[in-house]
């Protein structure tokens, strides 16, 4: 059901993005891709929540988007065109209900009009209404441009954003612009973003420091902060749903077969493992890296869930969604024990991982298309290292080495989708992105701490690799596998 736009006045519709909850982290949503998907249909809404706030929407009587850079380059392949079509018509991404999607853009696209909050119909036809184009907007490769007019055909009211990775949509001014969503405290929302955290940090080294002088962990400093914007029990609730929306994401992904959509025609190869991996429990006991097959089935379900346009959970983006629901998975069916689950280390595992995410989120990015892979699966694999390693009993400085080791064998990688589709090489990069994560926590439960490479270093690296990188390996589908494989 499409919820209202909150009555807000123009001036709070964004806000600081100075700081930043486990919950702007993991958001639940849709797939395939939080920078052009989940971002974009944000952004469609709040241009629409935009028009009925300042010109009505009565006065509008057309309206027309333009896809700038990577939204362009590979919009089609992530969904991009579909998502704004769904958030002008107010539908919002971790509210929508996947099998609606289908039949809610057939029918713009039979009709040729588009009802603005679903509520306000204008003409749509979208080869002249939805533009794709190829240069970049200053501010990130990310930008689109929103158009509306009157009777006359003149121009009453545009909007540029930016879908910066991760699902955070920021506005030309360079604020974030918040989903709405109705319901919930838009002052609790904007004034809590920047101003009151009983530990805020924004780096590794404010993070150890914050440990070292409360002796709290990095999972109860995250739950402390938390408290900022809503209760300990609604903290705990909302934790709790994300992990089971990742472990239905992992069920669904087990149990769905078929092709994935597109035109390379990737099969699904969750199912098939998982009941090859079901139905021979004795070669487990024969072969001690049998955890690995596993592993790998966990992040493959969530990803084939994702490049499917299923429920997943932006973890910290959707190209990178099965990484951590992958680790998660380790830790309580092989570290706890099948059915075993423990909800303190599941809270643990997700605040802890929150706390890493939110330096990169500070510091770097998120974004394929401004860092490369590495700001994706190289950023989940590191949430998940130090996550894994908090569970496991690690101390603070255990959990920054496991974070930074986690990031470090994963500098340089290139985003190259096939055929601008998060399949290829996604899907497997997830898995050796959790496998990666369970042995850099590893590495460093074996050590002290200590370390040469701080986390703070290696996000920088991060950041200057990705300055650094050709754009036609940002998110363009115009370099490395997406043109040495031939699409179908
Ligand atoms: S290659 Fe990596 S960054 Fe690029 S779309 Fe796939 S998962 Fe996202």
Redesign the pocket.
């Known amino acids: 059901m499409l919820q209202p736009c909150r009555p807000i006045s123009l001036a709070t519709m964004t806000s600081s993005p100075f700081s930043v909850s486990v919950f702007d982290l993991f958001k639940i949503g849709i797939g395939p891709?939080s920078s052009h998907t989940v971002g974009p249909m944000i952004a469609a809404r709040q241009f629409a929540c935009y028009l009925q706030a300042s010109v009505g929407l009565a006065a509008v009587h057309g309206v027309a988007v333009e896809l700038f850079g990577s939204l362009s380059a590979t919009g089609v392949g992530h969904g991009t065109d579909r998502a704004v079509l769904l958030g002008l018509a107010g539908h919002e991404p971790d509210r929508i209900n996947p099998e609606q999607i289908a039949p809610a853009i057939a029918q713009i696209r039979s009709s040729g009009t588009l009802a603005l909050l679903g509520t306000h119909t204008v003409p749509f036809i979208e080869k002249e209404h939805l533009l794709f184009r190829r240069k970049s907007l200053p501010l990130h490769p990310n930008g689109m441009c929103f158009h509306a007019v009157n009777a006359q055909g003149e121009e009453i009211a545009t909007r540029e954003y930016y879908s910066v990775g991760g699902g955070f949509v920021i506005d030309a001014t360079g604020e974030r612009v918040l989903n709405l969503a109705a319901g919930a405290d838009a002052d609790a929302e904007t004034a809590g973003h920047g101003r009151g955290l009983p530990y805020p940090f924004r780096t590794g080294a404010e993070l150890l420091a914050q440990c070292q002088a409360t002796g709290l962990t990095p999972a109860q400093l995250m739950a402390a902060n938390e408290q900022h914007w809503r209760s300990d029990g609604e903290v705990r609730r909302q934790l709790l749903a994300i992990w089971q929306t990742m472990a239905g994401a992992v069920q669904r992904g087990c149990a769905s077969t078929g092709n994935l959509p597109g035109p390379l025609h990737v099969r699904r190869r969750a199912a098939e493992l998982h009941k090859s991996l079901s139905s021979h429990p004795e070669a487990a006991l024969r072969d001690p890296l049998a955890m690995l097959d596993w592993v790998n089935l966990y992040a493959m379900a969530v990803n084939e869930e994702n490049a499917a346009g299923g429920r997943v959970v932006t973890a910290p983006?959707n190209?990178?969604a099965g990484v951590i629901p992958a680790v998660l998975h380790y830790y309580v069916n092989f570290l706890l024990g099948a059915g075993k689950v423990n909800e303190d280390g599941i809270a643990t595992f997700l605040l802890t991982a929150g706390a890493i995410g939110i330096i990169y989120k500070e510091n770097a990015s998120l974004s394929?298309a401004e860092v490369?892979?590495q700001g994706?699966?190289g950023v989940a694999c590191s949430m998940a290292a130090g996550a894994l390693a908090a569970v496991m009993g690690g101390t603070p400085e255990q959990i920054e080495n496991a974070a930074e080791i986690g990031m470090e064998h994963n500098l340089g990688m290139t985003?190259?989708?096939v055929g601008g589709l998060?399949q290829i090489?996604?899907i497997e990069?997830n898995a050796m992105g959790a496998i990666k994560a369970i042995n850099a926590a590893r590495m460093a439960l074996r050590g002290d701490g200590q370390h040469v490479v701080s986390l703070d270093k290696v996000i920088k690296t991060m950041m200057q690799t990705g300055a650094d990188m050709k754009v036609k390996y940002k998110?363009t589908s115009r370099g490395g596998l997406a043109v040495t494989v031939v699409e179908c």
């Open positions: 891709s983006t190209g990178a394929g490369g892979c994706e699966v985003c190259d989708p998060v090489p996604c990069r998110e």
